[in-house]
């Protein structure tokens, strides 16, 4: 499967964006999940949705200020980023979870990386 993820930009601290990840077919059997990488920082794991919709895990850096959720109609998932701060400035990967939800943190276990989306948050 191929994923695009889009609605990257530049934003001020505290404003909100929005970013959408489409598929090239159904994904409605998979776990997905949004990765970020800062310049000269290893990928690090940001959200994840089970299939189902239910469970869902965020990194504790983003809870309370990142939604994750999915259409699995539109093979879609989507992260709603409010109260956004200059240390989210990275560009963020979705993925398709290839290992099991206990091991959702480790970038090795997902797969089918688009070309991600650059979000920049200025001070």
């Given at each position: 499967?191929?994923?695009q993820?889009?609605?990257?930009?530049?934003?001020?601290?505290?404003?909100?964006l929005?970013?959408?990840?489409?598929?090239?077919?159904?994904?409605?059997?998979?776990?997905?999940?949004w990765?970020?990488?800062?310049p000269?920082k290893?990928r690090e794991?940001?959200a994840?949705?089970?299939?189902?919709?239910s469970?869902i895990?965020?990194?504790?850096s983003v809870?309370?200020?990142?939604?994750i959720s999915?259409?699995?109609?539109k093979?879609?998932?989507f992260?709603?980023?409010?109260?956004?701060k200059?240390?989210?400035t990275?560009?963020?990967?979705c993925?398709?979870?290839?290992?099991?939800?206990?091991?959702?943190?480790?970038?090795?276990?997902?797969?089918?990386?688009?070309?991600?989306?650059?979000v920049?948050?200025?001070?």
């Open positions: 499967v191929q994923l993820a889009s609605g990257g930009g530049l934003v001020q601290a505290g404003g909100s929005r970013l959408s990840c489409t598929a090239s077919r159904r994904t409605s059997s998979y776990s997905m999940g990765f970020r990488q800062a000269g290893d794991f940001v994840a949705i089970s299939f189902g919709g469970p895990s965020y990194a504790d809870k309370g200020r990142f939604t999915r259409d699995n109609a093979n879609a998932v992260l709603q980023m409010d109260s956004l200059p240390e989210d990275a560009t963020y990967y993925a398709v979870q290839l290992g099991g939800w206990h091991s959702k943190d480790d970038p090795r276990r997902w797969g089918s990386w688009g070309q991600g989306t650059l920049t948050v200025s001070s």
